[in-house]
């Protein structure tokens, strides 16, 4: 018998729900890991310095990047992730590259089991996770999906880099055309959400707001 097939259809709650989630989330009062999702060269000084603030606010936490490198100079890698950090003042001796141990080639979703399988095996429990506004929701999705899948008791949060403008047309995501974050957030990023969750790839928005109300009664 073949498996029902997966209809993306979230209520106009839940979208709002996640939305305000994603980018007004209550905030751990310690962190173990501060985690700054990888963006094209364009929108990553602001994610790069929400991540600087939050390792600021964090004094013990370890602040993680993408552990590997890759060819295309628009992409992030972790040498250059590294240096902007460097530069933004967050001390070299905190920053860790975090690679996944899967055959997800790198992307969110590979990023977000690095942040699981590195967390659980170091034990630790509050992750703050910094994307691009436009970027955010899916980010959280991503990680908490990969937390649910995984079983993991990882508490994640949400900080959501401050955006420099929303309607400036720009190269944002790989393979795509130019185009501004609230273009991208109407359009792409809600397709993208649409086939991760009919692949299987992502947990229901239902499922991501139980898992944060539960991780907000026990925080």
Not at 97 to 112: F, H, Q, R, Y
Not at 160 to 178: G, I
Request: hydrophobic share 40%; proline share 4%; with cysteine.
């Amino acid at each position: 018998m073949e498996a029902k097939a997966r209809v993306f259809c979230p209520t106009l709650e839940e979208v709002r729900a996640i939305d305000a989630r994603a980018l007004s989330d209550v905030q751990p009062h310690t962190a173990d890991l501060i985690y700054i999702h990888g963006h094209v060269i364009c929108n990553q000084y602001v994610v790069h310095k929400m991540g600087a603030e939050l390792a600021a606010r964090y004094p013990d936490a370890w602040l993680g990047i993408v552990g590997i490198d890759v060819d295309d100079p628009e992409l992030p890698g972790y040498t250059r992730e590294l240096e902007n950090m460097i530069k933004l003042g967050v001390d070299k001796n905190r920053i860790v590259g975090l690679v996944a141990k899967t055959k997800i080639p790198p992307s969110t979703d590979w990023e977000s089991y690095a942040i699981v399988q590195n967390a659980k095996k170091l034990e630790y429990e509050n992750v703050v996770i910094v994307s691009a506004a436009f970027h955010q929701v899916r980010a959280l999705l991503s990680d908490v999906s990969a937390v649910l899948k995984t079983a993991s008791k990882l508490r994640i949060f949400s900080a959501v880099a401050r955006t420099d403008s929303w309607t400036e047309r720009r190269r944002n995501l790989q393979n795509t055309p130019p185009a501004s974050w609230l273009e991208e957030l109407n359009s792409t990023e809600w397709e993208k959400l649409k086939r991760y969750y009919e692949k299987g790839d992502h947990c229901s928005f239902a499922e991501v707001l139980e898992y944060l109300n539960l991780r907000d009664r026990h925080s």
